[in-house]
T-cell receptor, first 112, second 114 residues
Framework: EAQVTQNPRYLITVTGKKLTVTCSQN?????MSWYRQDPGLGLRQIYY???????DKGDVPEGYKVSRKEKRNFPLILESPSPNQTSLYFC???????????FGPGTRLTVT | QKEVEQNSGPLSVPEGAIASLNCTYS??????FFWYRQYSGKSPELIMS????GDKEDGRFTAQLNKASQYVSLLIRDSQPSDSATYLC??????????????FGKGTKLSVKP
């Protein structure tokens, strides 16, 4: 089944404790992206990657890191999480930029 | 600043009626448009893509694109309570390069009353 997977689905952590949210797609898509979604603010792009080893900042990159060492994986790293990073996070992928994106199931992160 | 504007709603329609959702966009260079459905706490699900002026139909859904007016809409015929969700409009600014990122609207909440 063609899909985007994310892990973990739910995470409660404390301020400053490094964490990684994994994202993987099995559709051989070139483009991958991370979004966060907060009430009233819609989807906001954190980082995106147009292909392996190519990443770039989105609209809200502060406090986040990404890497794209393999085509299928695009992990999101929070080196020192803070409470304002409490949010619902989505990974998405598409064949190429500008085409329809397919979303993972989401990761609900709470930072206390 | 590239923007996609949607009425936040809620839009309330009776079961069996036609729901009409609208979206305007700011960039005349946009080439692709998408409608996503999102249930509360779930991920956005692609329901329609449209690239050319005119109408595109898929089952109970019809997307309409008017590039001259920078307007895209989604019609849902025979609305069902299960259609109650937030509908996100997105535009693609081009193919390839950073300009190809999708720009999402904040969504319109649709409520279908039995």
């Amino acid at each position: 089944e063609a899909q985007v997977t994310q892990n973990p689905r739910y995470l409660i952590t404390v301020t400053g404790k490094k964490l990684t949210v994994t994202c993987s797609q099995n559709m051989n898509h070139e483009y991958m992206s991370w979004y966060r979604q907060d009430p009233g603010l819609g989807l906001r792009q954190i980082y995106y990657s147009m292909n392996v080893e190519v990443t770039d900042k989105g609209d809200v990159p502060e406090g986040y890191k990404v890497s794209r060492k393999e085509k299928r994986n695009f992990p999101l790293i929070l080196e020192s999480p803070s409470p304002n990073q409490t949010s619902l996070y989505f990974c998405a992928s598409s064949f190429r930029t500008g085409y329809e994106q397919y979303f993972g199931p989401g990761t609900r992160l709470t930072v206390t | 600043q590239k923007e996609v504007e949607q009425n936040s709603g809620p839009l309330s329609v009776p079961e069996g009626a036609i729901a009409s959702l609208n979206c305007t966009y700011s960039d005349r260079g946009s080439q692709s448009f998408f409608w996503y459905r999102q249930y509360s706490g779930k991920s956005p699900e692609l329901i329609m893509s449209i690239y050319s002026n005119g109408d595109k139909e898929d089952g109970r859904f019809t997307a309409q694109l008017n590039k001259a007016s920078q307007y895209v809409s989604l019609l849902i015929r025979d609305s069902q309570p299960s259609d109650s969700a937030t509908y996100l409009c997105a535009e693609g600014l081009g193919y390839g390069g950073s300009q190809g990122n999708l720009i999402f609207g904040k969504g319109t909440k649709l409520s279908v009353k039995p």
